[in-house]
């Protein structure tokens, strides 16, 4: 939705760091998430980070929250070809409705 | 564990033309969402169901659109006429009322109205 801005297309060599930017505007938000989307399939969350949090690290994914300027980003290490996909940020709060961004198309090249 | 099912995975029809959407949520999840994700873009809130209560409507095109979920467990979305600008994938997702509100989706329906 127009409350939650992403890039459209990131591409990235096999084995390379993939960053995923997003920003949003609601500051009473709660939760901050991202999902992914494989062709055909529906949305898988990924992980999420709680707004009072900076950091989370979750094995290869690695989350950014920079509260003050609404930023949130998602760090894939050792970017793998399965890691092709479409990327959803999104942020909620106490009343379960999630906003989510456009969608970062991220295709890992050999 | 079953993940949410939906059906028909694909649908074409005439515009004018009534159609239906099934969704059937992981066994135990109390909410239900059905979305609307229209290509190039993300899911976008249609309806939200607590068991079978319909709590949050607001984004729903009640001209054209019904969604009911009468015994709490699985739901159906109409849309009666179907317009061209209809075609798009139509989500469903469960969760469990949570503190993070994990919501499962499913693979969604594609509709393609002609």
């Known amino acids: 939705g127009e409350d939650v801005e992403q890039s459209l297309f990131l591409s990235v060599r096999e084995g390379d760091s993939s960053v995923i930017n997003c920003t949003y505007t609601d500051s009473s938000s709660t939760y901050l998430y991202w999902y992914k989307q494989e062709p055909g399939a529906g949305l898988q969350l990924l992980t999420y980070?709680?707004?009072?949090?900076d950091m989370k690290q979750d094995q290869r994914l690695t989350v950014l929250l920079n509260k003050k300027d609404k930023h949130l980003s998602l760090r894939i290490a050792d970017t793998q070809t399965g890691d092709s996909a479409i990327y959803f940020c999104a942020e909620g709060g106490n009343d379960y409705k999630l906003s989510f961004g456009a969608g970062t198309t991220v295709t890992v090249r050999a | 564990e079953a993940g949410v099912v939906q059906s028909p995975r694909y649908k074409i029809i005439e515009k004018k033309q009534p159609v239906a959407f099934w969704c059937n949520p992981i066994s135990g999840h109390n909410t239900l969402y059905w979305y609307l994700q229209n290509l190039g873009q993300g899911p976008e809130l249609l309806i939200r169901y607590e068991n079978e209560e319909a709590v949050d409507d607001s984004q729903l095109p009640k001209d054209r659109f019904s969604a009911e979920r009468l015994k709490g467990v699985d739901s159906t979305l109409k849309i009666q006429p179907a317009e061209l600008g209809d075609s798009a994938v139509y989500l469903c997702?469960?969760?469990?009322?949570?503190?993070?509100?994990?919501?499962?989706f499913g693979p969604g329906t594609r509709l393609t109205v002609l």
């Open positions: 980070i709680f707004s009072n949090m």
């Open positions: 997702a469960s969760s469990l009322a949570g503190s993070y509100n994990e919501q499962f």
